[in-house]
């Protein structure tokens, strides 16, 4: 059944490399408790202790948020073909934006998404895997290309001022420093 590690292992990470979707969760000391789900081939193993994913636009910026004043994330993924498994990675991260020095070398790790706006970046403290036995199979029919669609129609202007209005906030009114001066408004 389940087990507790201290790293990813090789199995774990081919596990990882495998799966088309994963979930974040994230929480500030106070406040909304944020879960969402990711795809488009935005994670990256970096080591048995560390993985990164590449966070694009969207209607809002709860992770960012969440990080900035307490940095625990956990990620989730589940095996919805082949053999049952649920891997979670607890630890702690930051976010990288486009204004910070570490963004180019990161960004780099993924291919490019139209509508880009930050990396995270995992340090994993604790991997637990569970049966997954209660999880329903699911087939993957391919990814969604609405969201790149609409960013590809954006400016960089635009898309400034969509991250000014949507993303600069959480819905709790915490800052995400996904612009210089949201943390001075």
Known sequence: ???QLDAITPV????IEQQKIFFVGTAGETGTVNVSPKGMDSLRVLGPKQVAWLNVTGSGNESAAHILEYP???LMFCAFEGPPMILRLYG???VVHGHDREWNELYALFGPLPGARQVFVLDVQLVQTSCGMAVPHYAYQGERQELNHWALR???EE???YWQQKNSF???G???AILRDDLTV
């Open 159 to 161: 898309l400034h001022d």
């Open 12 to 15: 774990l990470k081919a596990f």
């Open 72 to 74: 625990r994330m956990t």
């Open 170 to 172: 959480s819905i709790d």
């Open 92 to 94: 702690q991260a930051r």
């Open 1 to 3: 059944m389940g087990k």
């Open 174 to 176: 915490k800052p995400t």
């Open 154 to 156: 954006k400016s960089p």
